[in-house]
């Protein structure tokens, strides 16, 4: 009896070991979706939509300066104009210790702390397409370092005036 034992024991521990082995070749995929769906009658979103998640301004060690950034925009008001503004004001790069400040703008309009108009209504109610480029002044001899920003820009509705 005891030589039966002896034997099955290890039978049963070779047989429950292979099942968890079958067990471990599971996997599993997160899938995270998202869908961002504008209102007919206002929009302003970047054709890429993901434009401003990571952007690199390249540095050119023949110039000194560094790369801009630009996206096209759609764009939309049934019943006005555009207007935008950086909130908080103007952006600039920075290491921590120094400085490069940047220049935002929009459908040519250079964007400040302040509501600036950037599409008219004629322009905007049937929609059309705009341009935000990114610009960086030319950083100070001498400095270097990693340097980041984040920064937002606002678009508001702004009503169309009735005479």
């Known amino acids: 009896m005891l030589k039966k034992t002896a034997f099955v024991l290890p039978l049963m521990a070779l047989?429950?070991?292979?099942?968890?082995?079958?067990?471990?070749?599971?996997?599993s995929s997160i899938i995270n979706i998202k869908a961002t769906i504008p209102t007919q009658q206002f929009h302003a979103q970047p054709v890429d939509p993901n434009w401003g998640r990571d952007e690199t301004m390249n540095y050119n060690t023949v110039t000194g300066d560094l790369s801009s950034l630009r996206a096209t925009y759609n764009v939309k008001n049934t019943d006005g104009s555009i207007k935008a503004y950086i909130e908080g004001g103007p952006a600039s790069l920075t290491n921590g210790t120094d400085s490069i400040a940047l220049t935002t703008t929009f459908n040519n309009v250079t964007l400040t702390g302040s509501p600036l108009e950037v599409v008219d209504d004629p322009s905007s109610t049937p929609g059309t397409q705009a341009d935000m480029v990114v610009t960086a002044a030319k950083p100070a001899a001498g400095i270097a370092g990693l340097f980041t920003t984040s920064y937002t820009v606002v678009f508001d509705h702004e009503p169309r005036v009735t005479p």
Not at 15 to 27: D, H, I, N, Q, W
Request: no cysteine; net charge negative.
């Open 15 to 27: 047989a429950f070991g292979s099942s968890s082995v079958f067990a471990a070749g599971e996997a």
